[in-house]
């Protein structure tokens, strides 16, 4: 199976921060990356597939970028709605696997 | 826009099968992938497998052994059969579609969830 690990595990941040998330996979998986929003009792929402491509009624303020192994999502200016928590999810090979997240909380 | 509806008990006991039903509305089941994936409380994701609307399916080695997912497309329904359940099979149970852009898979509508509970 193909690990996904998230850095960091857990971040506090103000409103308008700019805040990175990365996710590391254990063997190069292309462009074959996506990120999920998950907030408390809900879901989660594809934000990006394809490594960067934004699924669409995403704010353009969330961007992902990377390829092979290391990864990223970007959130530019930190909405009080962007507090959640974040999944990275490989589409390489099955098992289809996913990081454990990362939680952005308010600081 | 596609919206998917996960039914079943919410309470299953240790070694009975666990069973649910996801059902799609606004869309055809036809021409996708469908999956089950879970999450135990407080915990991660993990995808349990998919189905073929045509009834090719691929499951988690992890739980290969003890799951079966199957579909009815004429009731555009998708089925998830766990057995010899545990506790640590506890979890959020969501239903997902594989949806196809970019030339790869992404869990695109995902229900909102059936809570399911192993306990005696």
């Known amino acids: 199976d193909i690990q996904m690990t998230h850095s960091p595990s857990s971040l506090s941040a103000s409103v308008g921060d700019r805040v990175t998330i990365t996710c590391r996979a254990s063997q190069s998986i292309s462009n074959y990356l996506n990120w999920y929003q998950q907030k408390p009792g809900k879901a989660p929402k594809l934000l990006i597939y394809a490594a960067s491509t934004l699924q669409s009624d995403v704010p353009s303020r969330f961007s992902g970028s990377g390829s092979g192994t290391d990864f990223t999502l970007t959130v530019n200016t930190l909405q009080p709605e962007d507090f959640a928590t974040y999944y990275c999810?490989?589409?390489?090979?099955?098992?289809?696997?996913f990081g454990q997240g990362t939680k952005v909380e308010i600081k | 826009q596609v919206q998917l509806q996960e039914s079943g008990p919410g309470l299953e006991k240790p070694s009975e099968t666990l069973s649910l039903t996801c059902t799609v509305s606004n869309g055809s089941i036809s021409n996708h992938y469908w999956s089950w994936i879970r999450q135990p409380p407080g915990k991660g994701l993990e995808w349990i497998g998919y189905?073929?609307?045509?009834?090719?399916?691929n499951y988690n080695p992890s739980l290969m052994r003890r799951v079966t997912i199957s579909v009815d497309a004429s009731k555009n329904q998708f089925s998830l059969k766990l057995n010899s359940v545990t506790a640590a099979d506890s979890a959020m149970y969501y239903c997902?579609?594989?949806?196809?852009?970019?030339?790869?898979?992404?869990?695109?509508?995902w229900g909102q969830g059936a809570l399911v509970t192993v306990s005696s």
């Open positions: 997902v579609r594989l949806g196809y852009r970019s030339g790869q898979y992404s869990f695109d509508y």
């Open positions: 999810q490989q589409s390489y090979s099955a098992p289809y696997t």
């Open positions: 189905i073929y609307y045509s009834g090719t399916t």
